[in-house]
T-cell receptor, first 114, second 111 residues
Framework: NAGVTQTPKFRILKIGQSMTLQCTQD?????MYWYRQDPGMGLKLIYY???????DKGEVPNGYNVSRSTTEDFPLRLELAAPSQTSVYFC?????????????FGPGTRLTVL | EDQVTQSPEALRLQEGESSSLNCSYT??????LFWYRQDPGKGPEFLFT???AGEEKEKERLKATLTKKESFLHITAPKPEDSATYLC????????????FGSGTQLTVLP
């Protein structure tokens, strides 16, 4: 199994540009998450989803949007990129209700906004 | 608000020199405490979950313990390949299983 995959691995954006970070999991997990990690800091939750069609805000949602149309995919949208969004973005998934609580992480997307 | 504080921020050990990493937490009802390992440029890799005070788990040279206020990750006779950042996270009861992370301890084991 591939687990959690993320694309792209690296991206440079100009201020005001938009992009979508892709996340796919093949473990049939119900719960999916987006985190950002700034240098020397822990991961902060941006958005999460407990199933297809259900999403909710985390600790730092401003400037981002998400959708969950399938169990497998959970894309993160940046509409108007700002330098403050320069970070490493990690997607994670966990089984959810009835399963273990362990979250499994993707390899990350390193985004720079200039 | 759930909070996690890890110490020290960085730790350098000689190969074979045992030590412990600390994770102090405050949470509104602990569902679980998680330890992850993160290598440079990679995503966090799951190590352990602890659910109740007094619980211990081991994996190779690593042993995690839990009290009502903190968790320790003990590293016995470390090797250079144990060098990584170790992240601690808590999960509150009644949540959608979100994790609140500490900022990590960067461990370097010198040969």
């Amino acid at each position: 199994n591939a687990g959690v995959t993320q694309t792209p691995k690296f991206r440079i954006l100009k201020i005001g540009q938009s992009m979508t970070l892709q996340c796919t999991q093949d473990m049939n997990h119900n719960y999916m998450y987006w985190y950002r990690q700034d240098p020397g800091m822990g991961l902060k939750l941006i958005y999460y989803s407990v199933g297809a069609g259900i999403t909710d805000k985390g600790e730092v949602p401003n400037g981002y949007n998400v959708s969950r149309s399938t169990t497998e995919d959970f894309p993160l949208r940046l509409e108007l990129a700002a330098p403050s969004q320069t970070s490493v973005y990690f997607c994670a998934s966990s089984p959810g209700q009835g399963g273990t609580d362990t979250q499994y992480f993707g390899p990350g997307t390193r985004l720079t906004v200039l | 608000e759930d909070q996690v504080t890890q110490s020290p921020e960085a730790l350098r050990l000689q190969e074979g020199e045992s030590s412990s990493l600390n994770c102090s937490y405050t949470v509104s009802g602990l569902r679980g405490l998680f330890w992850y390992r993160q290598d440079p440029g990679k995503g966090p890799e799951f190590l352990f979950t602890l659910y109740s005070a007094g619980e211990e788990k081991e994996k190779e040279r690593l042993k995690a313990t839990l009290t009502k206020k903190e968790s320790f990750l003990h590293i016995t006779a470390p090797k250079p390949e144990d060098s990584a950042t170790y992240l601690c996270a808590v999960q509150a009861r009644g949540s959608a299983r979100q994790l609140t992370f500490g900022s990590g301890t960067q461990l370097t084991v010198l040969p």
